[in-house]
């Protein structure tokens, strides 16, 4: 395999945003490897064709080694199970021989070529980005970024690189097993998707570095500490560092009340914000239904509700009785559902 292979785990209505991924990633990379790992399967009728022009390769989830995985995706929201692949899909390049491995969530735009972390993948196992790297100096950015970083894990695992070593392989190892057994979002037990897990990363694994640099990850969570600036040649910097990636993370009303809140007079930020919904709306393609999820319903199209997966995660015996928790017909989770726990069918 090539040096360096890079990944990022999505379904079809975040198609739009991995494409700019792409798009941004292969302008600084041509050389690396791309892999789109999808989650889902598509709309009916639609063609996702162009996918094979911007990505090197491309793999549906079931195909990794996943143990029942029509019974275990059932377990997870849309959000834990783009995450909760991700480990798996880690190992199996680790694997297939690729060097180097980096991840990249969907919405992250490239800016900059990221030599500095190829480079550092040569002298390093492991490689993780924190939400923050300055301490903030008012309460309210305390609460909204330290404590909640506290909350949901110090490290943004939006971006992590791995070196195909004994330590690499091993965290792989170690995050898939992690990551099939409970990726969840529990904040109450100490879990939140894939992430939470990463704090125990320098203390269980040697040879982890802990990239600082400010043009890395930039988002919503860092704002209040970083400052960006367009010199005249159109060269991005932050905290005067060239900007390397940007994580534009709940695109929408979420993230631009975060950004009205921290950005403040930095109109550069916004240039950046606005440029990306822009490449947001010319990557749309047609025939995606709004929030389309093949797992979020069942074979009949009835939408699962969010306490029946929750119900169903408690039940081992549901678990391993049924194969298929999506299907309707037969001896079926569904046809228990409704002589046993009709309520949970309903939201």
């Known amino acids: 395999?090539?040096?360096?292979?890079?990944?990022?785990?999505?379904?079809f209505s975040y198609l739009s945003r991995a494409r700019i991924l792409a798009q941004t990633l292969k302008a600084a990379h041509p050389d690396w490897v791309l892999w789109a790992l999808l989650v889902d399967e598509p709309p009916p009728n639609f063609d996702?064709?162009?996918?094979?022009?911007?990505?090197?390769r491309?793999?549906?989830?079931k195909q990794l080694p996943f143990p029942r995985f029509n019974a275990w995706i059932f377990k997870h929201d849309i959000v834990e199970a783009c995450t909760a692949v991700k480990g798996q899909m880690l190992v199996h390049l680790l694997e297939e021989g690729a060097d180097k491995v980096i991840y990249l969530d969907p919405d992250i735009a490239v800016f900059h070529p990221l030599d500095e972390i190829e480079r550092q993948l040569d002298m390093?196992?492991?490689?993780?980005?924190?939400?923050?790297?300055?301490?903030?100096?008012?309460?309210?950015a305390v609460l909204d970024n330290e404590l909640t970083s506290m909350q949901y894990g110090i490290f943004n695992l939006g971006f992590v690189a791995v070196r195909n070593d004994e330590n690499g392989r091993s965290?792989?190892?170690?995050?898939?097993?992690?990551?099939?057994?409970?990726?969840?979002?529990?904040?109450?037990?100490?879990?939140?998707?894939?992430?939470?897990?990463?704090?125990?990363v320098p203390a269980l694994f040697a040879n982890v570095f802990v990239e600082r640099d400010p043009g890395c990850n930039m988002a919503s969570?860092?704002?209040?500490?970083?400052?960006?600036?367009?010199?005249?040649?159109?060269m991005i910097t932050v905290n005067d560092s060239p900007l390397k990636f940007y994580h534009f993370t709940k695109i929408g009303s979420a993230g631009?009340?975060?950004?009205?809140?921290y950005a403040r007079e930095n109109i550069e930020v916004y240039e950046v914000w606005n440029w990306y919904k822009r490449r947001l709306k010319a990557n749309e393609l047609p025939g995606i239904p709004q929030r389309w999820w093949y797992y979020s319903t069942y074979n009949n199209g009835e939408v699962i509700t969010k306490k029946t997966r929750?119900?169903?995660?408690?039940?081992?015996?549901?678990?391993?009785?049924?194969?298929?928790?999506?299907?309707?017909?037969?001896?079926?989770?569904y046809s228990w559902f409704q002589r046993e726990a009709s309520y949970l069918l309903t939201a």
Request: glycine fraction near 2%; proline fraction near 3%.
């Open 1 to 11: 395999m090539a040096t360096v292979h890079c990944y990022t785990s999505f379904t």
């Open 171 to 200: 965290f792989a190892k170690w995050w898939a097993e992690q990551l099939y057994r409970a990726c969840y979002a529990d904040v109450e037990n100490g879990i939140f998707t894939d992430q939470k897990y990463c704090d125990l």
């Open 256 to 261: 631009d009340v975060m950004t009205d809140r």
């Open 310 to 333: 929750l119900f169903y995660r408690s039940r081992n015996d549901l678990f391993n009785y049924f194969d298929n928790p999506f299907a309707i017909e037969g001896n079926s989770l």
């Open 48 to 56: 996702y064709s162009i996918c094979e022009y911007e990505f090197d």
């Open 58 to 61: 491309i793999l549906n989830a």
């Open 124 to 140: 390093s196992s492991i490689i993780l980005t924190p939400h923050q790297v300055d301490p903030n100096d008012t309460e309210a």
């Open 221 to 234: 969570w860092n704002l209040s500490r970083r400052h960006m600036k367009i010199t005249q040649d159109g």
